[in-house]
């Protein structure tokens, strides 16, 4: 059904990121907002991105902003390179989405929704680190890579799934022994980010905790965090909701103080 | 969100929250229709991988819960929660539980009934009365041997001793039951338990498609357990004769135990006895009776089949193979080839260590497909389904069932494709295959030996 080889073949084709994507991640590491939105301002489709998503309701903003350095300056050096990082991921996105019922705005939207509740998350432990803070970007591209490898092969999963729960994470590791989160670390080395985002990521499966305490334990949130995004109705109604498997007993120990940061009501 | 369904139950996963927002989103009106026309004994809605609920939360589970059980009778209800979860339903509902509530899947299965020929011996307390006689009851129906414990402490006192049971219930509610007829396998005998007044109802609440692939699969004798029944009506009478129809077809039995015909009248009983059905006072008068088992045909002897290969199941027979090819191909991620074709009685040439599976279908056209895989092979075939290293049999007797019924739901499609309209029976399983070759003896077919990564496995096309 997928082979070791197509997914080989997967990540070979994605392209290294752009030269302008690039310096502009260079300049926000150098704490040199305007450089960077200098640079940015050279990529046309990072300029567009920018600025529809934070002209979004959910970010708040009153007036439009419209200029790149004015929402460098309104997200600051880490806001920056978070929003630049869910472009990268957006790159990766298909035109058209065939085993998830998405689009561009729904995906886009839950990129957003993961990073605001990431950064509640971070500032109830009192967690500053930018690498950690950008770690959430990676999640959703296990989405997209999911749409990638299973897009033709839509009928023989369900016929799969009709007798068997099992979800597409589980199907990948039985018959190629690599997971979405191992695509997703090769991905990130591909476009050189920092090894801690793999790092939580891979932690963030709820199958592979680490041995890092504190890595782990950033795992754990974002595996709950996850879950809680793909309890959208919007989302379930996408297929998303069971596409990896939820780990609840990796999650149990932390839930109470999740539900009280999120503001579910009991 | 579709149910996975297996050995007669549907079970819907939802994971993560389930609230107000999210419950419809789970459940849309296409997979609400989907579920009530699925032929299952049960429909759960599994707890194992939610995190969070609230009442509005299981609302659409509970209307979808009614839908079916207006559309089929089945058993509804939540299954694999822990203490916390069932004393939260128990606080939502308090006297409205009109669903059921197992503590795991594998205790709601004991309520219904599957293939497997497998008394259980179950330890049961609850704290009202008549719910432990209900719950023992229905397990007993189905061929379980409840054991209740009647207060707290007999529980604690009985449950000291947990090796003594195969399970120990204490936080299951039986809601509305099915009004499905029990079904339990005894031998080779499959005993049905019917009870009060038999009306028209019958058509849906016996379990058609079972019979039939039991039928197909070789049982010959069939007990109706109708210690309980009042009476039956004509529309019931009418099922019963064309079920002895059915049956004389496969020179099957079909016997009553326990029917006194006291408010039914004598000339029902005189019809059934024309169309072949044979009436006893007790159930030990042909169980424990060897000769007559023999002779209705329950001591497992086969006989000729007479149904042969036709020329629409022979002509058909490529789309057969290409599901078999494409779904091992698909399962193992390697190429599956042809290596000849005969037709013939199944051949097994070394019957020891290998295990088989088995699926009818029925419709425009019937017929069955059974493979014989050498158990490293099958395990190899399976590896998808259970994961890597697992040797215990029972689990990869259970993933070839499993993969038998994904072969039996791309046969259907397949031939549907060619305007062909089939349906597919239950999976099943045999280890060792004594009983397959016994049952399949003089069954003209297709065999066909097929390779995969140079692993030999037999495909034989039947009817």
């Not at chain 2, 008394?119 to 209740?148: C, F, W």
């Not at chain 2, 090819?325 to 051949?347: C, F, G, P, R, Y």
Request: with cysteine; charged share 25%.
């Amino acid at each position: 059904m997928i082979t070791k080889n197509k997914i080989d073949d997967y990540i070979e084709r994605i392209p290294p990121a752009p030269k302008a994507l690039k310096e502009t991640l260079m300049f926000l590491n150098m704490g040199e907002l305007t450089k960077a939105a200098k640079v940015a301002e050279t990529d046309l489709a990072l300029k567009t991105y920018l600025k529809n998503i934070v002209n979004k309701p959910i970010y708040g903003f009153r007036n439009e902003v419209s200029e790149i350095s004015q929402i460098f300056g309104i997200l600051g050096v880490a806001g920056s390179k978070q929003t630049v990082y869910n472009y990268m991921i957006t790159l990766l996105s298909p035109k058209k989405w065939v085993l998830f019922k998405l689009n561009a705005s729904g995906f886009h939207s839950l990129q957003d929704y993961l990073s605001i509740q990431w950064q509640k998350i971070l500032t109830h432990l009192n967690i500053k680190d930018v690498d950690i803070q950008n770690a959430i970007t990676l999640l959703p591209a296990s989405i997209i890579i999911t749409e990638a490898l299973f897009n033709e092969k839509i009928q023989e999963v369900k016929l799969l799934r009709s007798v068997k729960s099992l979800d597409y994470n589980t199907i990948l590791q039985r018959l190629c022994h690599v997971d979405l989160f191992d695509i997703c670390e090769q991905i990130a080395q591909k476009w050189e980010m920092p090894n801690k985002i793999s790092e939580i990521l891979q932690a963030s499966s709820g199958i592979k905790p680490s041995h890092d305490a504190t890595i782990n334990e950033l795992g754990k949130w974002m595996h709950l965090l996850l879950f809680y995004e793909l309890s959208k109705p919007q989302i379930i109604e996408a297929g998303l909701n069971d596409f990896i498997d939820f780990q609840i007993e990796y999650v149990e120990d932390i839930y109470e103080e999740f539900s009280t940061i999120i503001g579910i009501e009991k | 969100m579709r149910a996975t369904v297996k050995d007669n139950i549907a079970v819907f996963t939802p994971q993560g929250f389930l609230d107000g927002n999210s419950s419809a989103a789970f459940l849309s009106i296409e997979d609400i229709q989907a579920t009530a026309a699925l032929k299952v004994n049960m429909v759960l809605v599994s707890l194992k991988k939610v995190i969070f609920f609230n009442p509005n939360g299981l609302e659409a589970f509970i209307k979808m819960f009614k839908k079916v059980r207006i559309a089929n009778h089945a058993i509804v209800g939540f299954c694999d929660y822990d203490k916390k979860k069932f004393h939260t339903i128990n606080k939502f509902y308090k006297d409205e539980l009109t669903f059921s509530l197992y503590e795991t899947y594998e205790i709601a299965s004991l309520f219904t009934s599957s293939f497997k020929d497998n008394s259980k011996t179950v330890l049961l307390y609850n704290e009202d009365k008549s719910q432990r006689s209900a719950m023992a009851i229905e397990l007993h129906d189905n061929g379980h041997n409840p054991i209740i414990a009647v207060n707290e402490n007999d529980f604690l006192e009985k449950s000291s001793h947990p090796t003594a049971y195969d399970f120990i219930i204490k936080d299951s509610y039986i809601g509305q039951m099915g009004q499905k007829i029990a079904t339990r396998v005894a031998g080779n005998a499959i005993i049905y338990t019917i009870k009060s007044f038999l009306d028209v109802d019958l058509g849906t609440t016996f379990n058609i498609d079972y019979h039939n692939n039991s039928l197909n699969v070789g049982f010959k004798l069939f007990i109706f357990d109708a210690y309980k029944v009042v009476g039956m009506n004509v529309h019931a009478l009418n099922f019963f004769s064309r079920l002895a129809s059915s049956a004389a077809e496969y020179n099957a039995t079909i016997c009553f135990v326990g029917y006194t015909f006291e408010k039914t009248p004598i000339a029902f009983k005189e019809t059934m006895e024309d169309s072949g059905m044979m009436f006893f006072n007790q159930m030990d008068d042909i169980l424990q009776d060897k000769e007559l088992l023999l002779e209705l045909g329950g001591g497992g002897t086969s006989v000729v089949n007479k149904r042969q290969l036709n020329k629409i199941i022979v002509s058909e027979l490529p789309r057969f193979i290409d599901a078999t090819v494409l779904i091992i191909e698909m399962m193992t991620n390697s190429t599956a080839v042809k290596k000849s074709v005969q037709i013939h009685d199944i051949e097994v040439l070394d019957k020891k260590d290998k295990i088989a599976g088995s699926i009818g279908f029925y419709g425009e056209i019937d017929g069955m497909i059974i493979l014989v895989f050498p158990k490293g092979i099958a395990k190899k075939a399976c590896e998808l389904l259970i994961g890597e290293g697992i040797d215990d049999e029972d689990l990869i007797l259970d993933s070839l069932s499993e993969l038998v019924n994904i072969i039996g739901g791309k046969v259907k499609s397949l031939l549907a494709d060619k305007g062909i309209s089939v349906n597919i029976t239950l999976p099943r399983t045999y280890s060792p295959i004594d009983s397959l070759i016994e049952m399949s003896a003089r069954r003209k077919g297709v065999q066909v030996d097929l390779t995969f990564n140079g692993d030999k496995f037999l495909f034989f096309l039947t009817r």
